[in-house]
């Protein structure tokens, strides 16, 4: 099975802050990486799938990166509506492992 | 607009059993793969099952195989997650979550949850 190891597991930053999260797989996954959002009590929302690829809908300052085993999702400039848990996912093979998530707070 | 609505949940004695419903509108459901995945309470997520359009491919995580059974009827755009043996570590949220079909498979859309507790 493929263990999803994120860190750091928590990160206090100020508004307009950039900031960066790390996702590593224990093997390679090529670009089978996507990066969640979840604010409390609210389901996950998806922000980026294949590494790299933006979905539909989410602000311009979400990106990713990576492909094998590490990968980043960078906030180029931090907005009140982002302080969230962030989690990756492996959609490579079953199981379909997340991540143990980033809890976004504001400094 | 696509939508995912469980139900089912509620609170459960451990060793007991639990059928969890996903009704999907809004979308053509036998096209999809679906997944069940949970949230234990202040905890992180945790992907439970997978089931393809056509079910085929079901996968299992180990935590509940041989105990949960994903079922899914096409004909009432219908997702099932059976649950026997139920213990108290399997108490969580239990979402329904829609896979894309565009490449590297992300899931694109995620029901609101219905909580499930085992509990005496």
């Known amino acids: 099975d493929i263990q999803m190891t994120q860190s750091p597991s928590s990160l206090s930053a100020s508004v307009g802050d950039r900031v960066t999260i790390t996702c590593r797989a224990s093997?390679?996954?090529?670009?089978?990486l996507n990066w969640y959002q979840q604010k409390p009590g609210k389901a996950p929302k998806l922000l980026i799938y294949?590494?790299?690829s933006l979905q539909s809908g989410v602000p311009s300052r979400f990106s990713g990166s990576g492909s094998g085993t590490d990968f980043t999702l960078t906030v180029s400039s931090l907005q009140p509506e982002d302080f969230a848990a962030y989690y990756c996912?492996?959609?490579?093979?079953?199981?379909?492992?997340f991540g143990q998530g980033t809890k976004l707070e504001i400094k | 607009e696509v939508q995912l609505v469980e139900s089912g949940g509620g609170l459960i004695q451990p060793g007991g059993s639990l059928r969890l419903s996903c009704a999907a509108s809004g979308f053509t459901f036998s096209s999809y793969s679906m997944n069940w995945v949970r949230q234990a309470p202040g905890k992180g997520l945790e992907w439970v099952s997978y089931?393809?359009?056509?079910?085929?491919?079901?996968y299992y995580a180990d935590s509940v195989k041989g105990r949960f059974t994903i079922s899914r009827d096409n004909a009432k755009n219908s997702l099932y997650l059976l649950m026997h043996s139920l213990r108290d570590e399997d108490t969580a949220v239990y979402y329904c979550?829609?896979?894309?079909?565009?490449?590297?498979?992300?899931?694109?859309?995620w029901g609101q949850g219905t909580l499930v507790t085992v509990s005496s």
């Open positions: 996912q492996q959609s490579y093979s079953s199981p379909y492992s």
């Open positions: 979550a829609r896979e894309a079909r565009w490449n590297y498979q992300p899931i694109d859309y």
């Open positions: 294949g590494a790299s």
């Open positions: 093997q390679s996954i090529s670009r089978y």
């Open positions: 089931i393809g359009n056509s079910p085929t491919y079901i």
